[in-house]
């Protein structure tokens, strides 16, 4: 009796240490478990002030894009069809402020969003496809039968997450990937009390652990390798509007966003090409009036700007202090295979798709980055998060082939292209001067608290787009007069440097390396370019302080997954035959490490006119040669963990990134807790044994 008293206190520890075991172990697996589902999804479990939350299965709206499929209209019918296009986006934009604010009525009943949200929105919706199809008919043509079927809308659901582009995985269409990263448009994120629809903790990815993914081609022979910047403030002048004269001309709010707009200072959606022709210039060389403009970047900081309580801004959704761009570097390259053409004068081009969540990747062209870092990562679907001292960038290659006839097309997009993988324009196009535009921006770091974002920034958008950084878009009109376009031509096809300043000198001609920098050394270093990375020349690296870690330093586990985007500086773009009939597809690589959820792929977009992506050329910042087909890009290996060879040259920019790209440091707990778990029954049972 005597020795079975003093076992006891050795089976009682032996016991408490394996129910320990266990709480840790089931709490490491719940921690982990916790952040990714915080990370990932939205609604659930309670809010900032202790409120329980309501949890929907629908998280946004996802309307097939009409216009897309228009690429035919007739003049006498184009006017009235886009005012048509404009009422749809509102439609849209109308249904998704009733589905953010109805989630206790969605809760209370499963069919609320079919009946009182997506009904409705396939009944309106209907009766503007008639009245376009009815504007065509009046103009003696006839609607592309396509629009008949496009007036259904489907919800997108929290836990389920858009598939990628057709053919990612190796079939039409792959598998749909778990996890969208929505968040309920209600939800409170620190953001002072304002209630945004993004972004949300899965949107941002520390830069520093993203692998390197740019490469930089040597020049080929025959290239026009001139360069031609023009200088226009970074709208110090204030000039907003939320139009947009190349979409929706005569609609006010037709953009449904803010615009900042460099260059012509008469934009808006009433302006024709007179307008233009007579307007001011915020440009030094008076000779371009050329209208450059882009959706605004805010910080969500609980600070609040003047159009608070103004269509396109607070009230639909784009909320916080708009950012100021510290630079904003606009430069015309060349093409890499031979000379370009002049521009013709009101030609108008759009890169990148505001709607690319909901409508795919195929017309995306969004590249994030920071300063010190653009030689070596640029993102497409993830917003950066910057070390001290790096700055955040965004970039755009715009397209450099024309049809030499239109200055517009009936979708925006058909009467300009990408090269070719060879660099080349197919179907008689012309290669024209490339545009490409540099941003940099002195953004507050984002940080990360439980799953939730903190000082987010975000680029102003659509409502129902939820400000993901695919997202992001440009805009340009060019009214240079035609002696200033010779000048660029000449300049560039004569391989001098001009405008901006520049002493009309040869560029260098030490070609870039074809491998991506290795980075510097964790800190100790300033990044490509030194400084503090403003003002290293148009187009240029910046800088950055230091924390350049090129190689994907800093790494603190496996399951940082982010996107092979563009091969270039700035940006990688969409490569289209004209018409682009292409639209994605190829095969997923994965270099390394397991792949993680995706929660901001878009989906496949619908077999239409949009283009698929490819590298941007000319540049000799601009990293890889273009490439065409339905190749989707390869996703980089988690930084630290598995291949850490250099990847291989991007196959198409608009690739996905994991959804839990930030949070492969914080899967640790799973691990331990599974180890404590283990102990812990393997005690109880030789416990039990003993007992018995």
């Known amino acids: 009796m005597g020795r079975n008293s003093r076992r006891r206190p050795t089976g009682a520890r032996r016991a408490t240490f394996a129910a320990v075991a266990l709480i840790l172990g089931g709490g490491g697996l719940v921690a982990a478990n916790v952040y990714a589902s915080a990370s990932e999804s939205w609604g659930g479990g309670a809010n900032q002030n202790g409120t329980d939350q309501v949890k929907s299965g629908t998280v946004t709206i996802d309307c097939p894009d009409v216009g897309q499929k228009l690429t035919d209209v007739p003049n006498a019918a184009k006017q009235n069809v886009d005012t048509e296009l404009s009422t749809l986006d509102k439609q849209i934009t109308e249904a998704y402020e009733r589905l953010a604010s109805t989630r206790q009525a969605q809760a209370n009943d499963a069919n609320y ?39 259904a809308c489907t919800g997108m659901a929290a836990d389920q997450g858009q598939p990628p582009a057709d053919g990612q995985n190796g079939e039409g269409g792959g598998e749909q990937q778990n996890g969208n990263g929505g968040q309920d448009a209600g939800q409170q994120q620190g953001d002072g009390g304002q209630a945004v629809s993004g972004p949300v903790a899965s949107d941002f990815v520390d830069v520093t652990t993203v692998q390197p993914n740019v490469r930089k081609p040597a020049p080929q022979a025959g290239a026009s390798t001139g360069e031609f910047v023009t200088k226009c403030g970074v709208n110090e002048n204030g000039k907003h509007n939320t139009d947009n004269v190349i979409v929706a001309p005569g609609v006010k709010n037709g953009a449904h966003h803010l615009h900042d707009y460099v260059g012509n200072q008469s934009n808006d959606a009433f302006a024709t090409n007179d307008t233009f022709a007579a307007a001011e210039t915020s440009c030094d060389n008076q000779g371009d009036k050329s209208s450059y403009y882009w959706p605004v970047l805010r910080v969500q900081d609980g600070t609040q700007d003047f159009d608070q309580d103004a269509d396109g801004g607070g009230k639909e959704g784009n909320v916080g202090r708009i950012l100021v761009a510290k630079q904003a570097e606009i430069k015309f390259v060349g093409s ?30 969004a590249h994030w980055s920071c300063t ?84 987010a920034y975000a680029v102003d958008g659509f409502p129902e787009q939820l400000h993901k ?36 000198q040869p560029p260098a001609t030490s070609a870039p390396s074809e491998e991506p920098s290795s980075g510097g050394d964790n800190g100790s270093a300033p990044g490509n370019g030194g400084g503090t990375g403003d003002d290293n020349g148009a187009g240029g690296n910046g800088g950055g302080t230091g924390n350049d ?144």
């Open 113 to 151: 969003v079919q009946n009182e949200i997506l009904g409705p929105l396939k009944d309106n919706r209907s009766a503007v496809i008639d009245r376009i199809k009815a504007d065509y008919q009046k103009a003696g043509a006839t609607a592309p039968g396509a629009v008949d079927g496009m007036a």
């Open 336 to 365: 890499p295979t031979g000379e370009v053409v002049g521009m013709p004068r009101f030609l108008r081009i759009i890169t990148g798709d505001a709607k690319a969540f909901t409508n795919g990747p195929a017309n995306a062209n």
């Open 372 to 455: 010190g870092f653009e030689d070596k990562v640029q993102l497409t679907d993830k917003y950066p998060i910057c070390p001290q001292g790096s700055q955040v960038v965004r970039s755009f290659a715009f397209q450099s082939c024309w049809d030499g006839q239109n200055i517009d097309s009936a979708n925006h997009r058909t009467h300009v292209a990408f090269a070719d993988a060879g660099g080349n324009c197919q179907n008689g196009f012309k290669a024209i001067p490339q545009l490409t535009m540099r941003l940099v921006y002195d953004a507050p770091q984002p940080s990360i608290d439980n799953g939730q974002v903190k000082n």
């Open 469 to 504: 950084p695919i997202t992001d878009h440009d805009d340009f009109i060019n009214v240079m007069t035609d002696d200033l376009m010779n000048q660029v031509v000449g300049c560039i096809n004569d391989g001098r440097q001009c405008g901006g300043g520049a002493d009309d």
């Open 549 to 692: 870690n090129g190689g994907g330093g800093n790494n603190n586990g496996g399951g940082n997954q982010t996107e092979q985007p563009p091969a270039d500086t700035p940006g990688n773009a969409p490569d289209a035959t004209p018409g682009g009939e292409g639209a994605g597809g190829g095969s997923h690589v994965d270099h390394g490490g397991a792949t993680p959820k995706v929660d901001t792929t878009p989906k496949s977009a619908p077999n239409d006119e949009s283009a698929a992506p490819q590298s941007a050329a000319g540049d000799d910042n601009t990293g890889q040669a273009p490439v065409t087909g339905d190749n989707t890009a390869a996703a980089a290996a988690p930084a630290g963990g598995g291949d850490t060879s250099v990847p291989p040259a991007q196959t198409e920019p608009q690739a996905v990134t994991g959804g839990l790209a930030e949070t492969g440091a914080q899967l640790w707990p799973a691990a331990i807790g599974g180890v404590l778990v283990i102990m812990g029954l393997l005690l109880l049972r030789r416990i039990g044994r003993r007992s018995v």
